[in-house]
């Protein structure tokens, strides 16, 4: 365990699909950091999944309810954070995690994601949606992934390990 030498919080942005559930998990593991998942954790408040919270109370309030959760474990120390993919949408979520962390862009390319998420039905924005659409709103949120970033990692055709070990040689 490295956990003693890394001083900042591990905050894995970035796109649906880029691995963030999967590589905070093994992050947290290889450091002993604590690992918080944001949307399950707004799952684990609700009692209910993020796609039925969309559809019960709308988006707005999904995002009010992201936006607490960020604040909160903004405030810990030793974690990796992994936030759901539109969390750069608001400047304030990006404030907060910078706070204790390091925001590291999980950089993954239209192809993969649509082969990764082709057979998931949990994502209320993408459900249904094609490689197009994907692309389209990917490139929406570019530059705010860009902006937030301090740090880059490409997943394409990388082990979890890998892209794991490219994200721990940054801090
Ligand atoms: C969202 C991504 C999802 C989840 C919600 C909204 C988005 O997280 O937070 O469905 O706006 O991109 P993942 O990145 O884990 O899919």
Redesign the pocket.
């Known amino acids: 365990h490295c956990r003693q030498f890394l001083s900042h919080n591990i905050v894995l942005i970035g796109?649906?699909?880029?691995g963030?559930?999967t590589v905070g998990r093994y992050l947290a593991e290889v450091t002993g950091f604590t690992c918080y998942d944001?949307?399950h954790m707004i799952e684990q408040q609700m009692g209910q999944s993020?796609q039925v919270v969309?559809n019960r109370y709308g988006e707005a309030y999904?995002r009010d309810r992201?936006q607490e959760i960020i604040k909160q474990v903004s405030a810990a120390k030793h974690a990796v954070i992994a936030c759901?993919?539109?969390v750069v949408?608001n400047s304030v979520n990006v404030s907060n995690l910078k706070k204790g962390g390091k925001l590291v862009w999980m950089k993954t390319d239209p192809e993969t994601i649509y082969n990764r998420l082709k057979q998931e039905h949990d994502?209320?924005?993408l459900n249904g949606k094609g490689i197009e659409e994907i692309m389209s709103m990917l490139s929406k949120r570019y530059c705010l992934y860009e902006e937030a970033a301090d740090y880059e990692v490409s997943t394409d055709g990388k082990s979890v390990v890998h892209v794991g070990y490219d994200i721990l040689r940054q801090f």
């Not at 796109?15 to 880029?18: L, Q």
Request: aromatic residues 16%.
């Open positions: 796109f649906s699909g880029s963030k559930t944001v949307d993020v969309f999904f992201e759901g993919g539109g949408l994502r209320p924005l």
